[in-house]
């Protein structure tokens, strides 16, 4: 099992002074698996030193040089794949095929692209006489969540070591162990002592210490809204840069010209993926209300054809990923029942085969109008909420009544009418036609969804400053 009881600091594995530990828990048994070190702000404190003291050599790097060490760190990710995977799936509840396939790949995915933009990335330019520079934005707080443990650790760390960056990682401490992993891989790579810091922890003792940091020039944050506000406060202290991926709410817009027996079982497969634990998940099916009926019976037989099981046994969902998210989930499967809502599928209860663990049954519920809680807060499980509209304005208001604005879905066999539906969202993404997303295009979100972007070239660039050197380029 991964070690995950040290913190990587200034290039050398250490011990938190504190001596905490907390488990790890397995969410299909419930049963800790290993502990993990708890970090104070004195942890969290010698990191930011130890980056602060790198970034004036690393800042300075060549692209050259910065490109040698990614394609390393890339190798590394390539080759232990199935172990990365491995420890993802023990410690959030992927299944396995989903963790080797997906979870895992995501980490050279993302470092991946970096490198082929850092190869032709123009990190100078001409405007008339004056020339413009971009530099690294500075010492970087990196926030991760449990639910896409590598590919949020990949979009954060690679293009902050591309952009010339230092950084200090606290990933969720619910799942801790490939964050480990990573730094033993940047480790093997040769990255310089203190441009990488690793220090697990929890919120409050080292997440909130690292977004009010005077010497830390941008957080990084991916999770809550709830958190990403705390942070966001936090930071503004000390007028840092602040960059937020947080939750959402996404409307799936099937148009009446769609193809439903498509359309329909894909989008509650894209919900149910990962236990429904995918900020950008498409949890409110909005369907023409002629065809609701025909909607809601296809969604609910997708749902009930889904098995749920322990992540090595070839299950469609495996748990939730720990014990809180269960409880909130099944908390809200009842609110929804409460409300009056249709249970069409699934529902609060246990799996008949499964005895412990944190398990949901895909759940689809029908009669759900949008003042109702399942249709406003983010689940984030296995739940989707089918709501009829009577033609395509209605269904772009329903689409936009809401706090976030991450994604949005589009379904229609006219392209020019789902780009016109797409064009009036309130959101950072839009899908056409169960379209995928694209590692080289910007993940981000309006309003309650986060500001900035991740991913590609838009990524790279918010961990870099705008100079203007007036008559540098005459």
């Not at 707080?141 to 200090?168: D, E, F, H, S, Y």
């Not at 950072?428 to 309003?447: E, I, K, Q």
Request: with cysteine; proline share 6%; net charge negative.
């Amino acid at each position: 099992m991964i070690d995950a009881k040290k913190f990587y600091i200034g290039g050398a594995w250490q011990s938190s002074a504190s001596g905490v530990k907390k488990p790890v828990v397995d969410p299909a048994t419930g049963e800790p698996i290993t502990s993990v070190a708890i970090g104070t702000a004195a942890d969290a404190d010698l990191a930011v030193a130890a980056a602060r003291q790198a970034f004036p050599g690393y800042s300075r790097t060549t692209v050259a040089e910065r490109l040698e060490l990614l394609e390393a760190i890339n190798a590394r990710l390539v080759e232990r794949n199935d172990e990365i995977a491995e420890a993802i799936s023990s410690e959030m509840g992927a299944p396995i095929a989903l963790a080797r396939e997906a979870q895992a790949p995501s980490g050279p995915q993302h470092f991946g692209e970096i490198i082929r933009i850092l190869r032709a990335y123009a990190f100078e330019k001409a405007m008339g006489s004056t020339l413009i520079r971009r530099e690294p934005v500075g010492v970087c707080a990196l926030i991760t969540p449990w639910n896409w443990p590598m590919n949020q650790l990949a979009t954060k760390v690679a293009p902050a070591l591309a952009a010339g960056c230092t950084m200090v990682l606290k990933p969720s401490e619910l799942a801790p162990l490939d964050a480990t992993i990573l730094a033993e891989i940047i480790d093997e790579a040769g990255v310089p002592p203190g441009v990488f810091n690793l220090v697990h922890g929890d919120g409050p003792g080292v997440g909130a210490r690292l977004a009010e940091h005077p010497d830390v020039d941008m957080v990084s944050f991916t999770g809550s809204t709830r958190a990403g506000i705390s942070i966001g406060e936090a930071a503004s202290r000390s007028i840092k840069r602040v960059a937020l991926e947080l939750g959402g709410k996404s409307a799936n817009i099937i148009l009446d010209d769609a193809d439903f027996d498509v359309a329909v079982p894909q989008s509650v497969r894209a919900i149910m993926l990962n236990s429904g634990q995918s900020c950008n998940a498409p949890t409110r099916m909005l369907v023409p209300r002629a065809r609701y009926e025909e909607a809601c019976g296809l969604a609910a037989a997708t749902a009930r054809s889904l098995s749920v099981g322990a992540p090595g046994s070839g299950a469609d969902l495996g748990p939730v990923a720990n014990r809180p998210q269960y409880e909130r989930v099944i908390a809200m499967i009842e609110k929804g029942i409460g409300e009056g809502a249709h249970l069409l599928a699934g529902g609060a209860v246990r799996p008949a085969h499964l005895e412990r663990g944190f398990f949901v049954m895909p759940t689809v519920f029908g009669g759900v109008t949008s003042h109702m809680a399942v249709a406003r807060e983010e689940i984030f499980g296995p739940v989707l909420v089918v709501i009829p509209f009577e033609d395509d304005a209605d269904a772009i208001r329903i689409a936009n009544d809401t706090e976030y604005g991450l994604s949005g879905y589009v379904w229609s066999r006219d392209r020019e009418r789902a780009l016109a539906v797409a064009g009036a969202l309130r959101t950072g993404m839009v899908h056409l036609n169960g379209a995928s997303l694209d590692t080289a295009a910007p993940f981000g979100g309006y309003g309650k969804s986060g500001n900035g972007r991740e991913w590609g070239v838009f990524g790279l660039e918010e961990f870099l400053e705008v100079k203007s050197i007036y008559g540098g380029a005459s």
